[in-house]
């Protein structure tokens, strides 16, 4: 009888380097795919919260003087003049593709918002009536971040501010 001696080569066969391959390639795909959309994600968070902190601080500020002064003016819809009780006049003006900027009579300016976001939209508007009957003034503003051309289209923010507000020193 003869003995039949099987020998056992080293190594893969093609069908198993063919299979890890494809996993792999499976593996990869799926990594790279989900690193983009988290990388896509965080500069967008970023971009938003800048926008919408400069958006917020400018509102708040035009709210605070304002809310607080004994006469308001509103010029045209892009600029309101508000006077306080210490005879300072504060004004508020829209710079479209710019920003927020205001002056008062004390001698400060500036910006209200900084250089990452522009101004895309821009309204003051005392309320129906006049602020004489009503007392109240409408701010409402758009800020995109700077440079917004050059940013990918999934990276873009583009954030609506709109606020009602009522003056306290105001006899009804």
């Known amino acids: 009888m003869k003995k039949i001696a099987l020998r056992i080569k080293p190594g893969f066969t093609l069908i198993e380097t063919v299979v890890t391959l494809a996993a792999l ?9 989900t690193f983009l959309t988290v990388m896509t994600k965080s500069t967008k968070v970023k971009v938003v919260k800048a926008v919408e902190g400069d958006g917020n601080y400018a509102l708040a500020v035009m709210e605070q003087k304002i809310r607080g002064a004994k006469e308001v003016v ?27 900027s205001f002056s008062s009579t ?22 129906p009536g006049g602020i004489e ?3 109240q003034v409408k701010i409402s503003f758009s800020l995109v971040q700077a440079n917004a051309s050059t940013t990918r289209v999934e990276e873009q923010a583009e954030i609506d501010f709109e606020s009602l507000i009522t003056l306290r020193n105001f006899d009804y």
Do not use: H, P, R, W
């Open 25 to 33: 390639a499976v593996l990869v795909t799926v990594t790279v795919s």
């Open 74 to 100: 509103c010029n045209g819809g892009t600029e309101i003049e508000a006077t306080g009780f210490d005879d300072e006049t504060t004004t508020f003006s829209c710079l479209l593709g710019s920003g927020i």
């Open 106 to 127: 004390g001698g400060e300016s500036g910006n209200l918002t900084s250089i990452e976001s522009q101004l895309t939209a821009c309204l003051f508007e005392c309320a």
């Open 133 to 135: 009957k009503s007392g």
